[in-house]
């Protein structure tokens, strides 16, 4: 089993930033690819950006050039670094780790998420 604890959401203004963490724990050898996604209320779930074990990165184009994710194995996180932000990525922010390369997915392990607002 893993847990992931995220943090880091509240309200900005538009164009500020925001920097999310999700903290990883137990069996953390079944993980390869961690990854972020979003909720915005009315809507599905939506990939936003992967993180794998061997360093590849990907992310949806609606925050590529804004958004950047980022992995310290050390300290068994993943974060995502949000600059440039606009109303439309108002919602609540997922994180999500599995074994496998394949992103975009949806399966695995799942954290409780972390309300992001944004806001003027």
């Known amino acids: 089993q893993v847990q992931l604890v995220e943090s880091g959401g509240g309200l900005v203004q538009p164009g500020g930033s925001l920097r999310l963490s999700c903290v990883a724990s137990?069996?953390?050898?079944?993980?390869?690819?961690m990854e972020w996604y979003r909720q915005a209320p009315g809507k599905q779930r939506a990939w936003v950006a992967a993180?794998?074990?061997?360093?590849?990165?990907n992310y949806a184009d609606s925050v590529k050039g804004r958004f950047t994710i980022s992995r310290d194995s050390g300290k068994n996180t993943v974060y995502l670094q949000m600059n440039s932000l606009k109303p439309e990525d108002t919602a609540v922010y997922y994180c999500?780790?599995?074994?496998?390369?394949?992103?975009?997915?949806?399966?695995?392990?799942w954290g409780q998420g972390t309300q992001v607002t944004v806001s003027s």
């Open positions: 137990g069996t953390l050898a079944t993980i390869d690819t």
């Open positions: 999500n780790a599995h074994s496998g390369f394949v992103f975009g997915s949806a399966h695995g392990y």
């Open positions: 993180a794998t074990g061997v360093g590849t990165r």
